[in-house]
C-alpha cells in the first residue's frame, strides 16, 4: 500500500510541474480604454509656382468597454500659392454613442467647420439619431447613420447667421486589405430643412500602410462640395490630395 501510493503522489507531483507552466500563462491584454492618433503633414513645390500645403488632424475614441463610447475628430488644413494663402479649413466632430444591440446604436453630435475660401466663418450643427453596423468584424466594418436637429451658419460679409433645421447621414467604410495596409472612406451629408437644396458633402477615401507598431503612411483624397455657395463666385466642389505620418499613442 505505501509502494501505491508513493507512486500515486509521485504521478500528481509529475502533472502538477508539467501543467503548471500552462496554467500559468500571461492573461490577454486588457482592452484600451483611450485610442488616440494623431498625424502631421507637408506638401512643397517650387518651379513654375511655389505652393506648399500643411495638414494636421486627430482621432480619438473612448471606450470604457460598456455601452457607451465617446468618438472625436479633427482636421485642419492650410496651403500657400506663391505666398498667398490659398486654402484654410478646419473641421471637428464629436460624438456620444450608446449601443442598444451589437448592431445598433444612438448617438448624439455635434459637427463645426470653419473654411476661409468657401465664405464660411463658422458653421455648428448638433444632431442626434440612430446609426446601424452593417457588417462589424474585425476585417471589415461597414455603418450607416442619420440623425436630426439644428445648423447654424454664418457668412463672411453677412451680418445675420442663419439658422434652420437639420439632416444629417453617414456612411464608414474600413477595410483590412493586408495585415499593415487599411483603407478607409467615409461620406457625410448636411441638408437644410428650410433648403434641402442647401447641403454640404463631404468624401473622403484614404489607404494608411503600417511603418512600425505605432506610425502609418497614410495617404488621402478630400472632396468637399456645397450645394450653394454663399457667392456665385465662389466654387462648390474642392479637393484636397494630403499625405502624413500618422503616430498611434
Known sequence: MRVGATATAF????????????????????PKIWTVTA?????????????????LAYDLTYDPQTRNMIKSDGLFLRGETEGEVSTQRTGLNIRDEYRLTERIFVFGQNQYLKDEFKEIE???????????????????RFGVD?????????????????????????QRLQQTLTANTTLTQVF?????????????????VSIAAS???RT????????????????????????????SIVYKM
Not at 457625410?188 to 473622403?204: C, Q
Open 122 to 140: 463658422y458653421l455648428i450643427a448638433p444632431t442626434a439619431g440612430v446609426g446601424y453596423k452593417l457588417i462589424d468584424t474585425p476585417e471589415t
Open 39 to 55: 498625424s502631421a503633414g507637408l506638401a512643397l513645390t517650387s518651379g513654375n509656382s511655389e505652393t506648399s500645403t500643411v495638414n
Open 216 to 243: 502609418q503612411l497614410k495617404v488621402e483624397a478630400l472632396d468637399t462640395f456645397k450645394n450653394k455657395p454663399p457667392l456665385p463666385t465662389i466654387k462648390a466642389n474642392d479637393v484636397a490630395v494630403l499625405m
Open 11 to 30: 504521478v500528481v507531483l509529475a502533472f502538477v510541474c508539467v501543467a503548471a507552466p500552462a496554467f500559468a500563462q500571461d492573461p490577454p491584454p486588457e
Open 188 to 204: 457625410t451629408g448636411l441638408w437644410r430643412m428650410e433648403d434641402f437644396e442647401d447641403a454640404l458633402f463631404t468624401l473622403g
Open 211 to 213: 511603418m512600425s507598431t
Open 146 to 170: 442619420a440623425s436630426v436637429g439644428v445648423v447654424w451658419e454664418k457668412n463672411t460679409g453677412i451680418d445675420d447667421t442663419s439658422s434652420s433645421g437639420a439632416v444629417a447621414m453617414s
